[in-house]
């Protein structure tokens, strides 16, 4: 049995930690950077941090940090405040509350996506043609598909909050990812 002794990482195993989360979100096609500022938030301790302490963890400028930072608060990954009695904004991951809301709204996406593809079906006039109503034919079948499968993900996530919610925490650890 693995024993939960907390420890303070070094500054460079939080650099690394962080350089790690940067590749994931590099592979999915965004910044590297945003990615890096969301594994040393997940990781620094206390919580609230300026952007010119993350930039200083994750050894870059601090003007290099200002549109990673933007990019993540404007999708809803990082929370920014200002503190009373300061003029200096800092930034955290969102609260559980928040994070669930996110979540359920990420969920609603797919629906919402298929259903704009049928309105602009209606808005063309193009069902069974191969330009406009082609493209968004081939959306709204993708989305469909998605959609279906979200349904079911969906209820899972819902009793996931719910039990979050009466606060006796999470679901199992999921085993090893399949087909791998």
Do not use: W
């Amino acid at each position: 049995m693995r024993r939960n002794t907390v420890r303070e990482p070094s500054r460079a195993e939080m650099a690394r930690y962080a350089g790690k989360f940067g590749d994931v979100f590099a592979s999915a096609g965004l910044p590297r950077l945003s990615g890096q500022v969301v594994g040393y938030l997940l990781v620094c301790d206390p919580e609230l941090r300026t952007a010119g302490q993350i930039a200083e963890a994750l050894g870059v400028q601090r003007s290099d940090v200002d549109a990673p930072l933007r990019l993540l608060v404007a999708v809803q990954l990082v929370q920014r405040s200002i503190p009373p009695h300061s003029p200096t904004p800092v930034y955290r991951l969102p609260d559980a509350r928040h994070r669930r809301e996110l979540v359920r709204a990420r969920l609603r996406l797919p629906g919402a996506v298929r259903a704009l593809t049928e309105e602009g079906l209606v808005l063309v006039g193009d069902e069974e043609g191969a330009g406009r109503g082609r493209r968004l034919r081939e959306l709204r079948d993708f989305y469909a598909l998605v959609e279906e499968d979200i349904g079911r993900l969906r209820e899972r996530v819902e009793a996931h909050l719910a039990e979050e919610e009466r606060g006796r925490g999470g679901v199992p650890r999921p085993g090893p990812a399949r087909g791998r």
